[in-house]
C-alpha cells in the first residue's frame, strides 16, 4: 500500500509506537509525520516507512487541507486524529 501526503498513519516502533499520525511529506526512504501533540507541524517526526503502516480512511476536511497546501493548525490535527483513533480502535478491538 503506498503512503502518501495526507495520509493516516500507524507508528510500529519506537516510542510512539501504536500511534496515529498525519503524512506531512515523503522522500525516498522516510515519511515526515506529526499529530498535532508530541510532533507539532514545525518540527514533524521522520520515520523510515517499514516503521509506519497506513491505515484504511475516509476523506477528511484536514487531509484535503494538508494535498491542496492550506494552512492547518495542530489543533485540527489533533482533533480529527482524536475522532479517528477512536473509530480504528472500536474496529480493532472486535466492534
Do not use: C, W
Not at 501504536?18 to 499529530?35: K, S
Not at 491505515?55 to 492550506?70: I, M, Y
Request: no cysteine.
Amino acid at each position: 500500500m503506498e503512503i502518501g501526503k495526507s495520509d493516516i498513519v500507524l507508528s510500529l516502533a519506537g516510542r510512539d509506537k501504536g500511534q496515529l499520525f498525519f503524512v506531512l511529506d515523503t522522500d525516498e526512504q522516510y515519511v515526515y509525520l506529526a499529530d498535532g501533540k508530541g510532533r507539532k507541524l514545525e518540527g514533524p517526526k521522520r520515520k523510515k516507512f517499514r516503521h509506519v503502516r497506513k491505515v484504511p480512511q475516509t476523506n477528511s476536511r484536514v487531509a484535503e487541507k494538508l494535498r491542496s497546501g492550506d494552512k492547518v493548525l495542530n489543533s485540527e490535527l489533533r482533533r480529527e486524529l482524536a475522532v479517528f483513533g477512536q473509530k480504528f480502535n472500536s474496529q480493532n478491538q472486535g466492534g
